[in-house]
């Protein structure tokens, strides 16, 4: 595979990291700015020592690994962010384990009942990575489920995160289960597929950073409130508060 | 083979999603406009509510009824309170929806964009939560068991206080929408 188009993802995430930079979102979402920062430095190291074969198998497994923990960190960050204004309840706190346990068991059954062709450490990497893509995918899952029935909205950080990394473990795990069948084409398939998923996951977290975060206060094309208005809307309250109290 | 089941479904409940997401996407929330917003609200009375929710009318229901004529009465409340339930969850999303116009809809955040929208999602919440309770109170043939649970127990879901988390969507609403006109807010408020 040419060079350029290898490394179509790794330009695509050195301008997210520029985005995230420019707009102080390691502040709200810190563990995805450390995930975005090690792609880069990831895909960097892959492009350097590509031409050493076994420095570039060593570092292409080591990446792979940073990537799921990483990836696990973020998907646990986008839980907490999202659940943490909803509900401070006991099971609240039970969700990203249970997630992470369905992740994980799922990989396990099915590396027992289909193998991966992998042995020693990138065995296990491959096996963790699916447990990471199967999580990525239930929490998806999830916010979108949360989104629908509380309705809220979902231009918001973490659903923009978590809809590019649905998108993408999508993908992975549409290949890991069918395009298998294709036999020798496989890596190819492999390869061209998960970079083009990639790179779109990438596209929509660079379309969600690049629109600058909005305050959470009224827009400022709205008027601002006149003296006289703000009277206005103090006694409206007063009257508002008195009429609760009455009311109890 | 069951775990490519599970996986199967796993990608067509993510393939579901962004099918969802894209449909929200394209058809954005309904523009509405001050007019669109108060003849859209249903009123809740929150004294019915406090009553239905008072640990004191349950017990004195339960003393004064037989306990055939107790469980009557008591679904009957609990049909009346699904109701209540109903219309918070309903008025908060006309609020919302009204907010969502009002800050701009296109704009990300890094979460919600007002106070409305938080005190709005904290009472679907709560109502989504009672609301599955009472739906399983409803359909269970409790009569035949001779149990009937107390209404004072669904103050509180997810961590939430009902009435004060509507009370808290109230006040919001009236900070938020301070730019109507003084009898615009006033029968806002009203009919909330």
Redesign the interface.
Known sequence: MNVLLQTIPLWLLAVLLFLLLRGHAYKVCPWFFAYVAFGVAAGLVRVLVRNYPHLYYATYWITEAGYDVLGLLVMYELIRTVLQKLARTWWGRLIFPAVLLAGIGLSVVRALSAPPQFSGLAFYIVTGEIAVRCVQALVFTGLVAIVLILGIRWRQYPFGIATGFGGYSFVALLMTTKFSDFGTRFTFLWGWTLLVAYSIAVLIWIWFFSVPQKPETPSPDLPAPSPGALKQHQATMEQYLDWLRRMR | ????I???L??A??????I??LY?AWTRVPRRDIDDVVPFLYPVD??LM?SLLDPAADFELRWRLSPRAFREAQRRRMRLYLELLRRMSHNS?VL?EFN?V??????????????L??E???V??YS?CTRLRLCIWLSLPLNAFGVMPALACLRTA???DGPKTY?DL??AA???F??LQ?AE??TL?RNL
């Open positions: 083979m069951f775990s490519q599970l996986i199967w796993l990608v409940s993510n393939a579901l999603g962004y969802y997401l929200r929150l004294s406090e999303t919302a969502s009002l800050l701009g809809d296109d704009k990300f955040t890094s979460g919600p964009a007002s106070k929208e938080e709005a999602v904290k679907r919440l989504w997810a961590d939430l009370d109230k006040a009236v900070a938020a301070v730019q003084p807010l006033e408020t």
